[in-house]
Nanobody, 125 residues
């Protein structure tokens, strides 16, 4: 089993920045990517971005490209989501995820094997 602990959520003004962190523990060697999904009120969960932990290959949703960046600290089994120039539509519960997939492909929800509890991000004026 893999445990995922998120931190860093909260309120941010539109156009501002926020960083989320996710620390993984347990059988992390059984997964090859970590990333973030989000769920806005009244909507389904959507992928935000992922990073393959051995190579550092990243994938992003079109809606966040150029604004969000995923990075990792392998020594801490931790991934980060740097959110810049946030928009109202970025308001959602953000979930850290881990799973396995092919590095040539962007991970989808079916590839996710483990979910964090989620952290709220609210963008306000």
């Amino acid at each position: 089993q893999v445990q995922l602990e998120e931190s860093g959520g909260g309120s941010v003004q539109v156009g501002g920045s926020l960083m989320l962190s996710c620390a993984a523990s347990g059988n992390t060697h059984k997964t090859n990517f970590m990333g973030w999904f989000r769920q806005a009120p009244g909507k389904g969960r959507e992928g935000v971005g992922s990073i393959y932990t051995s190579t550092g290959i990243t994938y992003y949703a079109d809606s966040v490209k150029g604004r969000f960046t995923i990075s990792q600290d392998k020594s801490r089994n931790t991934v980060y989501l740097q959110m810049n120039n946030v928009k109202f539509e970025d308001t959602a519960v953000y979930y850290c995820v881990a799973g396995s997939s092919y590095e040539s492909l962007r991970p989808t929800i079916v590839d996710v094997e483990h979910w964090g509890q989620g952290t709220q991000v609210t963008v306000s004026s």
